[in-house]
């Protein structure tokens, strides 16, 4: 028997969901088919799954009815990191996968997105209807002379027609890559401008929060900037006119009907690509420069977000996926993949907290929500603002609550507990745009504990590794995943040596991936998250680099140089404060502020406005000129100066004081006077 007792778990799965849930169908059927263990539960699944890594995908791929148009000749080639090759010779297309559900007459008229605003009021798109636009779209596209391999952009809302251009672009073997609308335009230009798009679908402007913002002048400027577009299509969300030139979206998708094909029309040509071809570019931070272009293949992603949906997240047919995100954010990636379940999509385009604080609850219980996803500071603010959802909202149908942006902390279990539903499975997943899915979380087989991830995922050899590189049990280390998973990224984009790609997640631990993340592997097999090892900001699930910060701000005459930190509190709170060094005679008043936080809130977003800006004598740097970041976040988050910092490695080691001082003032207020 164990010395320390495994804590009294929050919730367990009852006999009823553990026996119908996919993992467990999944893992009988390995058993039988492909060797897995027949007993031992998830734990023993996931031991199989990373011990015979190419035996666990190739069920992966069986069970999921992988369309594969020539056959692979292996699962793996080379297990090296980074450099695994997948599946080689294999070619399938992912858009053909995600909207098989519309080859099944009894379900070509049911829902397979239902799109809601602000407004509420709710649009359904059918299985056929959306077959039929990514059919129209793709046809056009082909005929402006988009090839395999070519880039398509998106500045679109989380809107059906953002699904149908993504779908389409696949289905023709381009690249996709999206910016929500509220970034600003030099946000937007440093990641397009990398990729080098050929068309750029766009809206004029977005609702959020009651308001109407206005996008044709930024879209104008895109144009502009981006010399290798062939063409812009107008999505008139607004309602206004196209720009002179551009194409219009109704133009591109009912060309069939118009023609009086109508029903007989075609279905989509998918192009049929190699495993490992390009399906769509994310974007990293930007904390140390321009965003890192993330290059994830169309097999790679197919067979991680299957594994995930289906067995991780228990989708189906019957389930009503919703997660609130942005086209920005990697899970706007990850819910478009809910169709290769044949489950309806839900996408909600508005404010979190628009009209209220509880307005996702409403979207989940209009739309029958099976399984919602939101952000830990969502959960967190609901929390604080004493809403009730269980007792105003209908939430029967949901049986998952999801988050993910940050650590959930112990609190927000404990409220989505007694607030939501008791018998509620509550999972609290990390993973990262750089995978574009999650290291551990959601099992539906296994209990629930407060603050604590259920499990390192399937076919995921998740560890804790100390500074000396030692996997350590009930210790905090960095997280480590010691094999490839198949949606690591194939490349950067214009990272023709791959040298940047090996410097963001290879040189601390050559051959095993370091994310950046601070963890927990408990004994009772459950993963603690503490937060970012690096200089991440990351507000509402939405990351964005300190470089897009530094750069506009310092645009400012009156701003010599500064530092911005993003810093998870302990009582799930995140503190971004903005420290300045100013020019000689600025003065940082009232006046200053506002200019400050109205020049992030324009150019960038108004989720990175900070919530403090605070003068001090000079930024600290590397020997080499970089602005320690991460440094100064420890020192903020209470670590003394001798273990936050290697002082050799400092310009001016007499400028960080001030934030050890900071962070005991603000651990230790002063109550005199």
Same mark, same amino acid.
């Given at each position: 028997?164990?010395?320390?007792?495994?804590?009294?778990?929050?919730?367990?799965?009852?006999?009823?969901?553990?026996?119908?849930?996919?993992?467990?169908?999944?893992?009988?059927?390995?058993?039988?088919?492909?060797?897995?263990?027949?007993?031992?539960?998830?734990?023993?699944?996931?031991?199989?799954?990373?011990?015979?890594?190419?035996?666990?995908?190739?069920?992966?791929?069986?069970?999921?009815?992988?369309?594969?148009?020539?056959?692979?000749?292996?699962?793996?080639?080379?297990?090296?990191?980074?450099?695994?090759?997948?599946?080689?010779?294999?070619?399938?297309?992912?858009?053909?996968?995600?909207?098989?559900?519309?080859?099944?007459?009894?379900?070509?008229?049911?829902?397979?997105?239902?799109?809601?605003?602000?407004?509420?009021?709710?649009?359904?798109?059918?299985? =056929?209807?959306?077959?039929?636009? &990514? #059919?129209? @779209?793709? $046809? %056009? *596209?082909?005929? !402006?002379?988009?090839?395999?391999?070519?880039?398509?952009?998106?500045?679109?809302?989380?809107?059906?027609?953002?699904?149908?251009?993504?779908?389409?672009?696949?289905?023709?073997?381009?690249?996709?890559?999206?910016?929500?609308?509220?970034?600003?335009?030099?946000?937007?230009?440093?990641?397009?401008?990398?990729?080098?798009?050929?068309?750029?679908?766009?809206?004029?402007?977005?609702?959020?929060?009651?308001?109407? =913002?206005?996008?044709?002048?930024? &879209? #104008?400027? @895109?144009? $502009? %900037? *981006?010399?290798? !577009?062939?063409?812009?299509?107008?999505?008139?969300?607004?309602?206004?006119?196209?720009?002179?030139?551009?194409?219009?979206?109704?133009?591109?998708?009912?060309?069939?009907?118009?023609?009086?094909?109508?029903?007989?029309?075609?279905?989509?040509?998918?192009?049929?690509?190699?495993?490992?071809?390009?399906?769509?570019?994310?974007?990293?931070?930007?904390?140390?420069?321009?965003?890192?272009?993330?290059?994830?293949?169309?097999?790679?992603?197919?067979?991680?977000?299957?594994?995930?949906?289906? *067995?991780?997240?228990?989708?189906?047919?019957?389930?009503?996926?919703?997660?609130?995100?942005?086209?920005?954010?990697?899970?706007?990636?990850?819910?478009?993949?809910?169709?290769?379940?044949?489950?309806?999509?839900?996408?909600?385009?508005?404010?979190?907290?628009?009209?209220?604080?509880?307005?996702?609850?409403?979207?989940?219980?209009?739309?029958?929500?099976?399984?919602?996803?939101?952000?830990?500071?969502?959960?967190?603010?609901?929390?604080?603002?004493?809403?009730?959802?269980?007792?105003?909202?209908?939430?029967?149908?949901?049986?998952?609550?999801?988050?993910?942006?940050?650590?959930?902390?112990?609190?927000?279990?404990?409220?989505?507990?007694?607030?939501?539903?008791?018998?509620?499975?509550?999972?609290?997943?990390?993973?990262?745009?750089?995978?574009?899915?999650?290291?551990?979380?959601?099992?539906?087989?296994?209990?629930?504990?407060?603050?604590?991830?259920?499990?390192?995922?399937?076919?995921?050899?998740?560890?804790?590794?100390?500074?000396?590189?030692?996997?350590?049990?009930?210790?905090?280390?960095?997280?480590?995943?010691?094999?490839?998973?198949?949606?690591?990224?194939?490349?950067?984009?214009?990272?023709?040596?791959?040298?940047?790609?090996?410097?963001?997640?290879?040189?601390?631990?050559?051959?095993?991936?370091?994310?950046?993340?601070?963890?927990?592997?408990?004994?009772?097999?459950?993963?603690?998250?503490?937060?970012?090892?690096?200089?991440?900001?990351?507000?509402?699930?939405?990351?964005?680099?300190?470089?897009?910060?530094?750069?506009?701000?310092?645009?400012?005459?009156?701003?010599?140089?500064?530092?911005?930190?993003?810093?998870?509190?302990?009582?799930?709170?995140?503190?971004?404060?903005?420290?300045?060094?100013?020019?000689?005679?600025?003065?940082?008043?009232?006046?200053?502020?506002?200019?400050?936080?109205?020049?992030?809130?324009?150019?960038?977003?108004?989720?990175?406005?900070?919530?403090?800006?605070?003068?001090?004598?000079?930024?600290?740097?590397?020997?080499?000129?970089?602005?320690?970041?991460?440094?100064?976040?420890?020192?903020?988050?209470?670590?003394?100066?001798?273990?936050?910092?290697?002082?050799?490695?400092?310009?001016n080691l007499g400028l960080l004081p001030f934030y050890e001082n900071l962070a005991r003032a603000r651990t230790h207020p002063r109550t005199d006077g």
């Amino acid at each position: 028997m164990p010395t320390s007792a495994t804590p009294e778990p929050l919730w367990r799965p009852d006999p009823e969901r553990i026996a119908t849930a996919g993992v467990t169908r999944f893992q009988s059927w390995a058993a039988a088919r492909y060797g897995a263990p027949a007993d031992g539960g998830y734990p023993a699944l996931h031991r199989w799954s990373v011990d015979e890594l190419e035996t666990f995908w190739t069920a992966v791929a069986d069970w999921f009815d992988v369309r594969f148009t020539t056959p692979y000749e292996r699962v793996l080639a080379d297990r090296a990191m980074p450099g695994a090759h997948w599946f080689p010779g294999a070619t399938l297309n992912y858009a053909e996968h995600a909207l098989r559900a519309a080859e099944d007459p009894a379900r070509a008229q049911e829902p397979a997105l239902l799109y809601v605003d602000e407004t509420q009021e709710q649009t359904p798109v059918s299985w =056929h209807e959306l077959r039929r636009q &990514v #059919a129209a @779209l793709a $046809r %056009e *596209l082909r005929a !402006l002379g988009v090839r395999p391999g070519d880039r398509v952009s998106g500045y679109l809302p989380n809107i059906p027609q953002a699904v149908t251009a993504l779908l389409a672009t696949a289905a023709v073997g381009a690249v996709w890559t999206s910016c929500a609308p509220d970034f600003g335009a030099r946000s937007v230009l440093d990641r397009f401008q990398q990729v080098e798009p050929v068309v750029l679908f766009a809206v004029d402007g977005y609702r959020y929060g009651g308001k109407e =913002h206005d996008r044709t002048e930024t &879209v #104008a400027e @895109l144009r $502009r %900037e *981006l010399p290798t !577009l062939r063409a812009l299509v107008h999505i008139p969300l607004l309602g206004t006119p196209a720009p002179e030139g551009a194409l219009t979206w109704t133009g591109l998708t009912e060309p069939a009907e118009a023609s009086g094909a109508g029903q007989d029309d075609p279905g989509p040509v998918f192009e049929q690509v190699p495993f490992d071809h390009p399906l769509w570019v994310l974007y990293s931070s930007g904390t140390t420069g321009l965003p890192k272009a993330i290059v994830q293949s169309q097999g790679g992603i197919l067979l991680e977000h299957l594994k995930q949906l289906g *067995l991780h997240c228990d989708l189906g047919p019957e389930d009503r996926f919703f997660w609130y995100t942005s086209t920005g954010w990697m899970m706007w990636n990850f819910l478009v993949s809910g169709l290769l379940t044949g489950t309806t999509v839900i996408l909600y385009d508005g404010s979190p907290g628009h009209p209220a604080v509880d307005a996702q609850w409403g979207v989940a219980e209009r739309t029958g929500a099976t399984f919602f996803g939101t952000s830990a500071a969502y959960v967190m603010a609901c929390r604080k603002a004493d809403v009730h959802p269980g007792r105003d909202h209908d939430l029967s149908r949901i049986g998952c609550v999801a988050t993910t942006g940050s650590p959930l902390p112990p609190d927000g279990f404990r409220w989505l507990h007694d607030e939501v539903a008791e018998d509620l499975w509550i999972a609290s997943v990390s993973g990262g745009t750089d995978v574009c899915s999650c290291f551990a979380g959601a099992v539906p087989t296994l209990p629930v504990h407060i603050g604590e991830l259920q499990a390192p995922c399937l076919g995921t050899d998740l560890q804790a590794w100390d500074e000396e590189g030692t996997p350590v049990i009930g210790e905090v280390g960095e997280l480590i995943v010691t094999n490839p998973m198949p949606s690591m990224p194939i490349r950067f984009w214009n990272d023709p040596d791959g040298s940047r790609y090996r410097d963001s997640y290879f040189t601390m631990f050559p051959g095993v991936w370091r994310h950046g993340d601070w963890i927990t592997l408990t004994d009772h097999g459950s993963v603690i998250i503490h937060g970012r090892s690096d200089s991440t900001l990351n507000r509402q699930g939405v990351r964005m680099g300190s470089a897009d910060i530094y750069e506009a701000v310092e645009r400012l005459p009156e701003i010599r140089e500064s530092l911005v930190i993003g810093v998870e509190e302990p009582d799930g709170g995140y503190w971004m404060p903005l420290f300045v060094q100013l020019t000689e005679g600025a003065v940082l008043d009232d006046a200053l502020r506002d200019r400050v936080r109205r020049t992030i809130r324009e150019q960038l977003s108004p989720r990175h406005v900070p919530d403090e800006i605070l003068e001090v004598p000079g930024i600290p740097h590397t020997l080499t000129g970089k602005r320690i970041e991460v440094p100064v976040k420890r020192l903020l988050q209470g670590a003394p100066l001798d273990r936050a910092v290697n002082a050799g490695s400092v310009d001016n080691l007499g400028l960080l004081p001030f934030y050890e001082n900071l962070a005991r003032a603000r651990t230790h207020p002063r109550t005199d006077g």
